[in-house]
Nanobody, 123 residues
Framework: VQLQASGGGRVQAGSSLDLSCTIS??????MGWFRRAPGKEREFVAA????????IYGDSTRGRFTISSNNAKTTVYLRMISLEPEDTAVYFC???????????????????WGQGTLVTVSS
């Protein structure tokens, strides 16, 4: 599995931004987004299971971020609205063999990672 994240950039607080993650190779069972802010640990953002389309979100992103995919399941998107300076981070997409959403907030559930795309939100 190869993952390529894109769409990052510099925006002002309150803006929206869409990230994409292109999937090539053998598709696994679930996809997730994580982020790492400067000086912080990697944090769960959102995840999506392929078999039943269940989406889950981290506490700090629920209600503002939306994970989705195209019909061919070759691209996963992260729609981010009402961005805040605290959302500044490198965003990573990742792939997992997990079927259940229960484990998808744990980065240990993922075995393939994209290279990350930087999102900078200025106040």
């Amino acid at each position: 599995v190869q993952l390529q994240a894109s769409g990052g950039g510099r925006v002002q607080a309150g803006s929206s931004l869409d990230l994409s993650c292109t999937i090539s190779g053998r598709r696994q069972n679930s996809m997730g987004w994580f982020r790492r802010a400067p000086g912080k640990e990697r944090e769960f953002v959102a995840a999506l299971t392929w078999n039943n389309g269940v989406a889950i979100y981290g506490d700090s992103t629920r209600g503002r971020f939306t994970i989705s995919s195209n019909n061919a399941k070759t691209t996963v998107y992260l729609r981010m609205i009402s961005l805040e300076p605290e959302d500044t981070a490198v965003y990573f997409c990742a792939s997992s063999n997990e079927y259940s959403s229960i484990y998808l907030n744990d980065q240990k559930s993922y075995n393939h990672w994209g290279q990350g795309t930087l999102v900078t939100v200025s106040s």
